[in-house]
Every structure is written in C-alpha cells, then in structure tokens.
C-alpha cells in the first residue's frame, strides 16, 4: 500500500504542475462566474439558474479534465521513458495502474470538491442558509468522473496515441449519457443488426446518466442515502473492472 500512496501523490504533483490543468480551470471558473452574473438577470428563479448552469459546469470540466490528463498518464512515462525507471523497481503493473488512477482521482477531488464548496459559500449569503445539495451533487459528479478516469486508463493501455484513447473515451462517456435513448432502438426498430447492437450497448456502457443530481439538487429533490449508495457501489464496481482489463492489458505490453 505505501508504493500505491506514493505513486498515487506523485501524480497527482504532477497532475497539478501540469499547465492544461490549469487553462481548464481558468474557464472553469469563468463559466461558474458567468453563470452567477447572468443568472441574476434571467426571468423566474435566478438561483436556480446559477446552480444549474454552475453544477453543469463543475462535472464538464471535470470531466474534460479526466479525459486529458487521464489519457496521457502512461504517454508521458513512455515519452520522457520514466516508466522503465519505475517498473525496474520492485513495483508490480497492478500498482503502478491503481496508484496512477488513485492520484488523478485525488487530483479531480481536490478540484471539484474546491469548486463546489465555493459556489456554495457563494450563495449562502444570498439565500441565506449554506445548500448542502450543492455538494451531494458534486458527489455524484465525482463518482461519474471516477468511471471516465478509469475508462482513459483502459484505453491508454490499449492503444498507443493519446489521441485515439481520448476519443474513445469521449465516446464511452458521451454514450454513457444518451443511454436512456437506446430504449428507442430496442423497442421501436424492425432491424434485427441494429436492436442486437443496442441491446450489447445497453449492457456494456454504464448508465451515466444516473450520476447527474443536479437537475434533482435544483428543484429541491431529496437524494436518499440508499440511493447514493447504489451510486457509489456502481462506480466502485464498474472503474474497478476497467482497472482490472487496463492491468491485464497494461502487463502484457513491453517498453523498450
């Protein structure tokens, strides 16, 4: 464990000495700025509106910010070939994945909790009283953005280009969103191929549309720990069979 907690805290150092961090942040920020100012002239309930488009904003950036920094954790190691150094170490695969993976989730933590906590404080004195929904649903964004980090170190242990695993891992979390519309393929069309395909794609993808509590956290919706529970449960279950395939693939690659 303390080679995993080391690991886990030099990435997440270099995570947060990484430059693209920071840009991302920067409009981060300024949409969860902007959000604030033209909430207050929008018509109805402007708060409602500022917690909307801000909590929007946290788990998208958030979510950009996995899908980067996530698929370029091991091109980094083999591009500047650190990774021969820490391998050559009494470390095995399994840990040098787990640690990465840990320290990039620590990484997103700090910067969505940090985020969430401020929209919060921001509005207390404007409501009048501090909107813990706020935060449980910046848990429920985290849990979400844990399943895109674990899916960025799937597919950089598949394929070799960054590139390529972040697109696919763009694509995993875009179609993890729309999978509610998949019931339309599966009920409503005549073509054997396309329902097969959509019945595989139901099963495979996780439901990531589940993680979003803001719509609920807005209108004022009572989130039950039963089912944040079952959100927790399925993140954990769901990232810790893509770590697993990541290591399997990740093992049985050779680095020169």
Known sequence: MNKIAALALNTTREAIRNRVLYSILFFAVLMVGVSAIFGSASIGDPMRYVKDFSLMSISLF???????????LLHQELS?????NTLSKPLARWQFVLGKFLGLLLTLSVIVTAMSTGLALFLAPIE????WGILIASIGALLEIMIVIAFAMFFS???VTPTLAGLFTIGC???????QYLSYFQRETTNQAVRIVA??????LPSLDLFLLADRVVHGDTVGIGFMTYLASYA???SALLLLLAT????RREFK
């Open 157 to 159: 242990s598949v394929v």
């Open 80 to 84: 500047k070939k650190t990774i021969l």
């Open 236 to 238: 954990f279950a769901y």
């Open 62 to 72: 958030g979510v950009i910010i996995a899908v980067v920094l996530g698929v370029n």
């Open 173 to 179: 979390f875009i179609a993890g969103r729309s999978l």
């Open 248 to 251: 399997g693939f990740f093992s």
């Open 128 to 131: 009048g009283y501090f909107d």
């Open 199 to 204: 019945d595989l794609l139901d099963r495979l």
